[in-house]
């Protein structure tokens, strides 16, 4: 009931055009992802949190390096093959282009309360069901879903939707494949915030979520064919799940 409500007032916060996100000393907090967190600490306790915690292991994070650098190199590789794609020259190239670059580690930082609440949240909500992926893809989906929508007639974008599902499919077979959450923090972020930097983004949330929070809109380092550009997140969307496909269900700690 209380995903529910807090699905309905993030859906009303975009229909009224309000913010539905914030910012603590740089830490980026998505609000609804804030209150479960709360409701969390409160509900469980300390103690159930230390599980999650417990799952804070650098070992292996490096092997998802290749997984996340492949969709871009792919993409980009077969664009300039077809020449149908050539780097551009956006507005903000060296003070938000070139500079999230070098500040990566920041907004890392930044997201990673964000993120480990999430992982928590999706991590309970699997020990919980005997269907372990489908639980938390509906949860992803109510959570996040009314990002879709651009108020305040509600339309939406096919390309959007298709990426935004195979993103919470990804993020719910990763987490039952991993119970790690820097890898899971790692993959997700990193994935993303590649995506928005080389191909941009007009969504203000992600912008200022993932990169830097003072710009509105942001065209990416490189310029694709108009007939391309639609299908573009789609197929990075695509090749960041298919690695996972591949990817080893870790036997649980004892």
Known sequence: MLVFFLAALNFALRYFELPNYFFVAGFRFYGIIF???IFIF???GIENLKVSFHSMSLSKVYKFLFP???PPLLIIGTLFFLKKIELGDPDYFYE???SSIVDFPIYAIWNFPQFFILFHL?????SSFKLKVVPNLLMLVCLFSAELFIPPKFSFDSSSIISFAIFCVAAALFLNKRENVLAFTFYFFSS???ALL???TKSETLLQLFLAKTYTSWDGFFEID???TLFIFPVYSLLTFLPLLFLKKEKPKE
């Open 35 to 37: 209150l479960v967190g």
């Open 96 to 98: 938000l282009g070139l």
């Open 68 to 70: 996340i650098l492949l």
């Open 122 to 126: 999706l991590a309970t909500i699997e």
């Open 198 to 200: 080389l191909f941009g």
């Open 226 to 228: 108009k007939k391309l």
């Open 42 to 44: 409160f509900y469980h």
């Open 192 to 194: 993303i915030w590649l």
